[in-house]
C-alpha cells in the first residue's frame, strides 16, 4: 500500500538546506517565555512534539529582535540578547532530535506592543507607527534584524523567518497606504518601498551567509482598501527574490481586529484560502514557494502535485495534533485528532496574554505536566457516565493509561449534545472531531460502551467501579411561556439536528454563539431572522475566540437580520413575541421562535451518584463551568489523568 501523500514526502533544498518532507511548522510561542524574555522549559516541550511528529521544519514564533525591548513586552522571546543562546540552543536541540529543522521567526516591535487597534499616523491600525521611526531607528532594526540572525547560527539554528506578512514594518512601509514617510523609505518610488526589506535581508546576508536558510512570510493582500494589488507584491517579491531561499505566502493585517479571521481562517471559511494566491507567486518566481491557512493534507498533497506551491505551512493542525505529519506518512490517517478552528489557541495570546491551550488536544502548552505525570500505580476499573465529548475523553485517556473503562450512554449514540451542533455545512470541521472521538473510543480494546443504557444508582454499583468519571452534561435553559407549542416554540439544538422544523419568520431568543451559528444558517437558506438578547451588543457571541466572533459576524452582515441587544423575552403568546427593551414592551409577529437560551448543568442526576464511588470527578457541562469543547475535554482529561 503506497503512502496517500506521495508529493507531501518528498525532500526539498531551501537554500543549502534539505528539508525531510513539504509540511513547515507555522510560528507558534507567544507568552511562552519568561518574563525576561528567554526560553522557558515549557516553551521547549511544546515545540519537542511538532519536531518529533513529522514537520520538516519547526519555527519559534515573534522573535522580537529591538535592541531596547519596551516594558510591555514581556513573556515573549527577546533575540536582541547574545544571552539569548543558551536556552535558544536548548529549544533547537530539541526539536532538531528527531530529524526536524529549527527556524526562529524575526519581528521588530512597537513601545504599545500588547494592546490593540491602536489609531495611527494615518487613522488605520499599525502593529508599528512606520511613521513615528526616524531613519536612525529604522536603520537600527536593520542591524537589530541581522544581529538576531547571527544569534540563532551561533545557537546552531537552520533558518529564519523574515516576517514582512500581516502588515509588519516591511510591508507597511510597502504600502502607500501606511507609509507618508518623506526620507529615503518614503512611497515616492517602487525602489524606496522595497528599500527597508532589501536592506535588511542584505544586512543578514552580511551576517550569516549562506549558513542560514532565510524564509521571507508576505500578505498576497493585507485587505486594508487602496493597500498594494496581488501583482505589485509579487513585483516585491521578484526584487527580493535572490535574497532569501523561501517565499512563505499569507494575507491580512493583524493590527485590525475583523481582518484576523483571514490570518486564522475559522470554522466558517473554507480551508486553503491563500493555495490560489500563493500560485501566482509560484509561477513568477525562480525560488521555492510556501503557503499557509488552514491548508488539509488532501489540499497540500494536491496544491504541491499541481505545481502551485512547493511547500505547507501547519500551524493548528499541529496544535491538534503534533503527530499528525508521521500519521499520515504511516497510513494512520484515521487517528490524527482534526483541528476544529475555534481559534481558542491563538485567541488567548491575541487577546488576553494567557499562554495558548487546544480546545481538542488537552496536553497543549501544558506537555510537563502532562508528558511527565507518574503512571498509574495499579489498573483500576473506571465508569464513565455520559457519552459527550467530555464521556468520550475521559474514557480514552484512563483507557490509554491502562484502566479498565465502561461508558453508559442513554441514548442510541455516542456525541451527547455536540450531535445538536454539527449538521450545519460550516461546522464539519466539528463533526470530523467527534467523528474521531467516537472512533478512538470505540477501536480501544480497554472500552466497553454500553449504549441505550440509561445509568442508574443500582446499575452503577453493581459495577464494583474503582473511580467514576461524570460527565452527565446540561440541560437547555426552556422558561415558563403562555404558548408551548411545541412546532412554534422550539429549542435550538432540535434545529441543529433537524428535529425542529421552521417557518420563515423566526425569532432567535438568545445570541451566543449557538443563536448567532443558528441565526447564520437560517439567513443562507433565505429565512427572516430576528436575534434578541439581554447582553449590549459587544458582548454578543462572546465565546472562548474573539476571533471568530469577528469572522461570525462578518458573515451574518452579509445579510439582513434585526439584532435586539439589552432586549428581555417576557412572554411568547399565539400571535407573538413579547420582549421588553429600552424600558417599554414591543410585541414581534413570528412564524417560529428558537430558544437559545444556555443551559444548565445537571447537578441532581450528578447528585444520584456521588455517594456509589468513593473516587468520582465531574467533568464537562455537568461541573458548572463555561460550555465550551475546551472545558469539556480539558476537565476530563484532567480527571482520567487523576486516576
Given at each position: 500500500?503506497?503512502?496517500?501523500?506521495?508529493?507531501?514526502?518528498?525532500?526539498?533544498?531551501?537554500?543549502?538546506?534539505?528539508?525531510?518532507?513539504r509540511?513547515?511548522?507555522?510560528?507558534?510561542?507567544?507568552?511562552?517565555?519568561?518574563?525576561?524574555?528567554?526560553?522557558?522549559?515549557?516553551?521547549?516541550?511544546?515545540?519537542?512534539?511538532?519536531?518529533?511528529?513529522?514537520?520538516?521544519?519547526?519555527?519559534?514564533?515573534?522573535?522580537?529582535i529591538?535592541?531596547?525591548?519596551?516594558?510591555?513586552?514581556?513573556?515573549?522571546?527577546?533575540?536582541?540578547?547574545?544571552?539569548?543562546?543558551?536556552?535558544?540552543?536548548?529549544?533547537?536541540?530539541?526539536?532538531?532530535?528527531?530529524?526536524?529543522?529549527?527556524?526562529?521567526?524575526?519581528?521588530?516591535?512597537?513601545?504599545?506592543?500588547?494592546?490593540h487597534?491602536?489609531?495611527?499616523?494615518?487613522?488605520?491600525?499599525?502593529?508599528?507607527?512606520?511613521?513615528?521611526?526616524t531613519?536612525?531607528?529604522?536603520?537600527?532594526?536593520?542591524k537589530?534584524?541581522?544581529?538576531?540572525?547571527?544569534?540563532?547560527?551561533?545557537a546552531?539554528?537552520d533558518?529564519?523567518?523574515?516576517?514582512?506578512a500581516?502588515?509588519?514594518?516591511?510591508?507597511?512601509l510597502?504600502?502607500?497606504?501606511?507609509?507618508?514617510?518623506?526620507?529615503?523609505?518614503?512611497?515616492?518610488?517602487?525602489?524606496?518601498?522595497?528599500?527597508?526589506?532589501?536592506?535588511?535581508?542584505?544586512?543578514?546576508?552580511?551576517?550569516?551567509?549562506?549558513?542560514?536558510?532565510?524564509?521571507?512570510?508576505?500578505?498576497?493582500?493585507?485587505?486594508?482598501?487602496?493597500?498594494?494589488?496581488?501583482?505589485?507584491?509579487?513585483?516585491?517579491?521578484?526584487?527580493?527574490?535572490?535574497?532569501?531561499?523561501?517565499?512563505?505566502?499569507?494575507?491580512?493585517?493583524?493590527?485590525?481586529?475583523?481582518?484576523?479571521?483571514?490570518i486564522?481562517?475559522?470554522?466558517?471559511?473554507?480551508?486553503?484560502?491563500?493555495?490560489?494566491?500563493?500560485?501566482?507567486?509560484?509561477?513568477?518566481?525562480?525560488?521555492?514557494?510556501?503557503?499557509?491557512?488552514?491548508?488539509?493534507?488532501?489540499?497540500?498533497?494536491?496544491?504541491?502535485?499541481?505545481?502551485?506551491?512547493?511547500?505547507?505551512?501547519?500551524?493548528?493542525?499541529?496544535?491538534?495534533?503534533?503527530?499528525?505529519?508521521?500519521?499520515?506518512?504511516?497510513?494512520?490517517?484515521?487517528?490524527?485528532?482534526?483541528?476544529?478552528r475555534?481559534?481558542?489557541?491563538?485567541?488567548?495570546?491575541?487577546?488576553?496574554?494567557?499562554v495558548?491551550?487546544?480546545?481538542?488536544?488537552?496536553?497543549?502548552?501544558?506537555?510537563?505536566?502532562?508528558?511527565?505525570?507518574?503512571?498509574?500505580?495499579?489498573?483500576?476499573?473506571?465508569?464513565?457516565?455520559?457519552?459527550?465529548?467530555?464521556?468520550?475523553?475521559?474514557?480514552?485517556?484512563?483507557?490509554?493509561?491502562?484502566?479498565?473503562?465502561?461508558?453508559f450512554?442513554?441514548?442510541?449514540?455516542?456525541?451527547?449534545?455536540?450531535?445538536?451542533?454539527?449538521?450545519?455545512?460550516?461546522?464539519?470541521?466539528?463533526?470530523?472531531?467527534?467523528?474521531?472521538?467516537?472512533?478512538?473510543?470505540?477501536?480501544?480494546?480497554?472500552i466497553?460502551?454500553?449504549?441505550?443504557?440509561?445509568?442508574?444508582?443500582?446499575?452503577?454499583?453493581?459495577?464494583?467501579?474503582?473511580?467514576?468519571?461524570?460527565?452527565?452534561?446540561?440541560?437547555?435553559?426552556?422558561?415558563?411561556?403562555?404558548?408551548?407549542?411545541?412546532?412554534?416554540?422550539?429549542?435550538?439544538?432540535?434545529?441543529?439536528?433537524?428535529?425542529?422544523?421552521?417557518?420563515?419568520?423566526?425569532?432567535?431568543?438568545?445570541?451566543?454563539?449557538?443563536?448567532?451559528?443558528?441565526?447564520?444558517?437560517?439567513?443562507q437558506?433565505?429565512?427572516?431572522?430576528?436575534?434578541?438578547?439581554?447582553?449590549?451588543?459587544?458582548?454578543?457571541?462572546?465565546?472562548?475566540?474573539?476571533?471568530?466572533?469577528?469572522?461570525?459576524?462578518?458573515?451574518?452582515?452579509?445579510?439582513?437580520?434585526?439584532?435586539?441587544?439589552?432586549?428581555?423575552?417576557?412572554?411568547?403568546?399565539?400571535?407573538?413575541?413579547?420582549?421588553?427593551?429600552?424600558?417599554?414592551?414591543?410585541?414581534?409577529?413570528?412564524?417560529?421562535?428558537v430558544?437559545?437560551?444556555g443551559?444548565k448543568?445537571?447537578?441532581?442526576?450528578?447528585?444520584?451518584?456521588?455517594?456509589?464511588?468513593?473516587?468520582?470527578?465531574?467533568?464537562?457541562?455537568?461541573?458548572g463551568?463555561?460550555?465550551?469543547?475546551?472545558n469539556?475535554?480539558?476537565?476530563?482529561?484532567?480527571?482520567?489523568?487523576?486516576?
Amino acid at each position: 500500500m503506497t503512502c496517500k501523500y506521495p508529493h507531501i514526502f518528498q525532500p526539498i533544498k531551501i537554500g543549502k538546506l534539505t528539508l525531510k518532507n513539504r509540511i513547515t511548522a507555522a510560528p507558534i510561542y507567544n507568552f511562552l517565555a519568561t518574563y525576561d524574555n528567554h526560553i522557558s522549559r515549557e516553551g521547549i516541550e511544546i515545540s519537542k512534539p511538532v519536531g518529533m511528529g513529522g514537520a520538516a521544519p519547526v519555527t519559534l514564533g515573534s522573535g522580537f529582535i529591538n535592541k531596547i525591548l519596551p516594558g510591555t513586552a514581556h513573556h515573549i522571546v527577546g533575540m536582541n540578547d547574545d544571552f539569548i543562546v543558551t536556552t535558544l540552543a536548548e529549544w533547537i536541540e530539541a526539536v532538531k532530535r528527531y530529524g526536524a529543522k529549527a527556524c526562529i521567526e524575526l519581528v521588530p516591535i512597537a513601545p504599545y506592543f500588547g494592546t490593540h487597534e491602536v489609531e495611527s499616523s494615518v487613522g488605520i491600525p499599525m502593529e508599528i507607527d512606520c511613521n513615528l521611526l526616524t531613519t536612525e531607528e529604522l536603520q537600527g532594526f536593520i542591524k537589530d534584524y541581522a544581529q538576531a540572525a547571527r544569534r540563532v547560527l551561533q545557537a546552531n539554528g537552520d533558518m529564519i523567518m523574515v516576517h514582512g506578512a500581516h502588515c509588519q514594518l516591511p510591508a507597511l512601509l510597502f504600502s502607500k497606504v501606511f507609509n507618508k514617510r518623506t526620507d529615503q523609505y518614503g512611497p515616492q518610488s517602487f525602489e524606496n518601498r522595497c528599500r527597508f526589506a532589501v536592506e535588511l535581508l542584505e544586512a543578514i546576508r552580511a551576517e550569516v551567509g549562506d549558513q542560514l536558510a532565510i524564509e521571507y512570510r508576505i500578505s498576497a493582500t493585507d485587505m486594508v482598501p487602496g493597500s498594494p494589488e496581488i501583482e505589485e507584491v509579487i513585483e516585491f517579491a521578484k526584487t527580493i527574490q535572490d535574497k532569501i531561499d523561501l517565499l512563505h505566502v499569507s494575507r491580512g493585517a493583524l493590527a485590525i481586529n475583523k481582518l484576523t479571521p483571514y490570518i486564522f481562517p475559522s470554522t466558517y471559511m473554507p480551508h486553503g484560502i491563500n493555495i490560489e494566491y500563493a500560485a501566482k507567486f509560484k509561477k513568477a518566481l525562480k525560488i521555492p514557494v510556501s503557503t499557509v491557512g488552514a491548508v488539509t493534507l488532501e489540499q497540500a498533497e494536491e496544491a504541491i502535485a499541481a505545481g502551485k506551491v512547493d511547500l505547507i505551512a501547519l500551524c493548528r493542525q499541529l496544535i491538534a495534533d503534533p503527530h499528525c505529519v508521521n500519521k499520515a506518512e504511516r497510513k494512520k490517517e484515521e487517528e490524527i485528532r482534526p483541528c476544529i478552528r475555534c481559534n481558542t489557541c491563538i485567541s488567548r495570546s491575541h487577546f488576553g496574554m494567557k499562554v495558548p491551550r487546544c480546545a481538542v488536544n488537552p496536553t497543549f502548552g501544558r506537555e510537563i505536566d502532562c508528558f511527565y505525570y507518574p503512571a498509574p500505580k495499579r489498573k483500576k476499573k473506571v465508569v464513565v457516565i455520559g457519552g459527550g465529548p467530555a464521556g468520550l475523553e475521559a474514557a480514552r485517556t484512563a483507557a490509554e493509561r491502562g484502566h479498565e473503562v465502561v461508558l453508559f450512554e442513554k441514548e442510541s449514540q455516542l456525541g451527547g449534545t455536540l450531535r445538536c451542533a454539527i449538521n450545519y455545512p460550516f461546522k464539519a470541521d466539528l463533526k470530523k472531531y467527534l467523528d474521531w472521538s467516537i472512533r478512538m473510543a470505540t477501536h480501544n480494546k480497554n472500552i466497553t460502551i454500553k449504549l441505550s443504557t440509561k445509568a442508574t444508582p443500582e446499575i452503577i454499583a453493581g459495577e464494583n467501579a474503582d473511580a467514576l468519571i461524570l460527565a452527565m452534561g446540561s440541560t437547555p435553559i426552556i422558561p415558563k411561556l403562555t404558548y408551548k407549542d411545541e412546532s412554534k416554540v422550539v429549542w435550538v439544538g432540535d434545529v441543529g439536528t433537524g428535529k425542529a422544523q421552521v417557518g420563515n419568520n423566526i425569532i432567535i431568543v438568545g445570541a451566543g454563539m449557538t443563536g448567532c451559528e443558528t441565526a447564520l444558517r437560517l439567513l443562507q437558506l433565505g429565512k427572516k431572522v430576528t436575534l434578541i438578547d439581554s447582553l449590549p451588543k459587544e458582548k454578543i457571541a462572546a465565546g472562548s475566540s474573539l476571533i471568530n466572533t469577528y469572522a461570525l459576524f462578518q458573515l451574518l452582515n452579509e445579510y439582513q437580520y434585526d439584532l435586539w441587544t439589552k432586549t428581555k423575552l417576557v412572554d411568547v403568546t399565539e400571535d407573538y413575541v413579547i420582549i421588553a427593551a429600552k424600558g417599554k414592551e414591543e410585541k414581534l409577529v413570528f412564524d417560529t421562535v428558537v430558544l437559545s437560551m444556555g443551559s444548565k448543568p445537571n447537578l441532581e442526576k450528578v447528585d444520584q451518584f456521588k455517594e456509589i464511588v468513593p473516587e468520582y470527578y465531574i467533568v464537562g457541562d455537568c461541573n458548572g463551568n463555561q460550555g465550551t469543547l475546551f472545558n469539556a475535554v480539558t476537565s476530563a482529561f484532567d480527571a482520567a489523568m487523576a486516576i
